[in-house]
């Protein structure tokens, strides 16, 4: 995946500056953009991004979507050689109401969402849009999503 996320981002800033800049020329503009709410990147972070041995934590990778409008659908896309086995216990839904089971990249999915804050279920929210367009209720990908439909 990190592979990707690189190939994906040499791909929009050759879009955006006309060519892959340095790891400084990244990390600087990253920063201007990325506000008092994000923390700001070095510049062996930036190289780290670009040769794709790392990828940024959700809330970067916001700052990268809003900037670049960078796109993130291949985060949806299961890797080479993943699992995809079905797991030993029933879906139980809210209502109690058990559904078919669900595989385990299913399982980590929904424990994900459960787990972030309110701006990672907007970004997940959004991958899910963006892989499976008219699936995610209008409602859920307003701007201002409404706090106990995410909770």
């Given amino acids: 995946m990190k592979d990707q996320f690189a190939k994906t981002l040499a791909r929009y800033l050759l879009d ?20 008092a709410q994000t923390a700001h990147i070095s510049p062996e972070t930036a190289r780290r991004w670009i040769r794709g041995l790392s990828m940024p934590e959700m809330d970067k990778l916001q700052v990268m979507v809003d900037w670049l409008r960078l796109e993130i659908s291949f985060l949806g896309r299961p890797s080479e050689g993943s699992e995809n086995r079905q797991a030993s216990t029933p879906n139980v839904g809210s209502g109690g109401m058990v559904s078919r089971n669900i595989n385990t990249v299913e399982l980590a999915l929904l424990q994900v969402f459960r787990e972030t804050d309110l701006r990672g279920k907007r970004i997940l929210l959004a991958i899910a849009e963006t892989l499976v367009p008219g699936m995610i209720p209008p409602s ?6 409404n706090d106990s439909f995410l909770s």
């Fill in 16 to 35: 955006y500056y006309g060519r892959i800049p340095s790891a400084a020329i990244l990390a600087r503009d990253f920063n201007l953009r990325a506000g």
């Fill in 140 to 145: 859920a990908l307003q701007t201002r999503l």
